[in-house]
């Protein structure tokens, strides 16, 4: 099996992360670990899991879902042809 590729990048941030993972030891300690990570690397919420996400990911989704509101609620969707 052909092993995938990880980035010097890649490696830098699983280990940042993982780094500050081995120091919490609440429930508090994990939600201020989640949110420092989550500004640390300019994450945004997806708007259809709201599950942290890419921007680049966050713009392409949130186009599908502002379309998709727009169609539950109006029926039509005449902003993003």
Do not use: W
């Amino acid at each position: 099996m052909k092993q995938k590729r990880i980035s010097y990048a890649q490696q830098f941030v699983a280990v940042d992360i993982l780094e500050e993972l081995l120091f919490c030891e609440t429930v508090e300690d994990y939600a201020k670990l989640y949110k420092k990570i989550f500004e640390k690397y300019s994450l945004c919420e997806d708007p259809f899991t709201l599950m942290p996400c890419t921007t680049k990911d966050y713009e392409i989704n949130s186009i599908e879902y502002d379309k998709s509101i727009m169609l539950e609620k109006y029926g039509h969707c005449d902003i993003f042809k």
